[in-house]
T-cell receptor
């Protein structure tokens, strides 16, 4: 139990589908992150939220749309994805943004058909 | 652009041998964090170093942050099968952009 819960654990979707990934943290942290982890690539930071405000967007395609309704919840809305988007999507949280240790969820394994 | 490279990419060791992974950043880092990801798992925070030249130990693990705050190392003494996984360094640069290293995958042969 990491204190960061991601759902679903696995997701298979077609390129025309719309789905959402959910992340919830029970640690009282103020910062939340989305990462993409592909095989043979380093962890790629996608989005950073601090107190529900997006503070970093690392040139992520618009087919990925984050939402942070409060400091405990983070969503990643997906639409019109491409096969190369198949990866493990990890959510993390930290007490403050960037300089604090990050606690990761178990991730959502996403497969695009 | 910013790069945080780790070498080696893969390392196979016999149980009981030592292991070292090196982390090199193209720019100065404000601090360095180390994470371990077991196969099929998620990254788990191990330690954070902040000061130039800092050395910290956790049982068989020794972490070092370089004087220029651009490199770091993790050394494991007498590896055990429980040490298997991928070790990542990570940290924010002075512009507060956060990067993970490329990782070193450790296999321990019993």
């Amino acid at each position: 139990e990491t204190g960061v819960t991601q759902t679903p654990r696995h997701l298979v979707m077609g390129m025309t589908n719309k789905k959402s990934l959910k992340c919830e943290q029970h640690l009282g942290h103020n910062a939340m992150y989305w990462y993409k982890q592909s095989a043979k690539k380093p962890l790629e930071l996608m989005f950073v939220y601090s107190l529900e405000e997006r503070v970093e967007n690392n040139s992520v395609p618009s087919r990925f749309s984050p939402e942070c309704p409060n400091s405990s919840h983070l969503f990643l809305h997906l639409h019109t994805l491409q096969p190369e988007d198949s990866a493990l999507y990890l959510c993390a949280s930290s007490l403050q943004v960037r300089n604090q240790p990050q606690h990761f969820g178990d991730g959502t394994r996403l497969s695009i058909l | 652009g910013q790069q945080v490279m780790q070498i080696p990419q893969y390392q196979h060791v016999q149980e009981g041998e030592d292991f070292t992974t090196y982390c090199n950043s193209s720019t100065t880092l404000s601090n360095i964090q180390w994470y371990k990801q077991r196969p099929g798992g998620h990254p788990v925070f191990l330690i954070q170093l902040v000061k130039s030249g800092e050395v910290k130990k956790q049982k068989r693990l020794t972490f070092q942050f370089g004087e220029a705050k651009k490199n770091s190392s993790l050394h494991i003494t007498a590896t055990q099968t429980t040490d298997v996984g991928t070790y990542f360094c990570a940290g924010p640069n002075t512009g507060n952009q956060f990067y993970f290293g490329t990782g070193t995958s450790l296999t321990v042969i019993p």
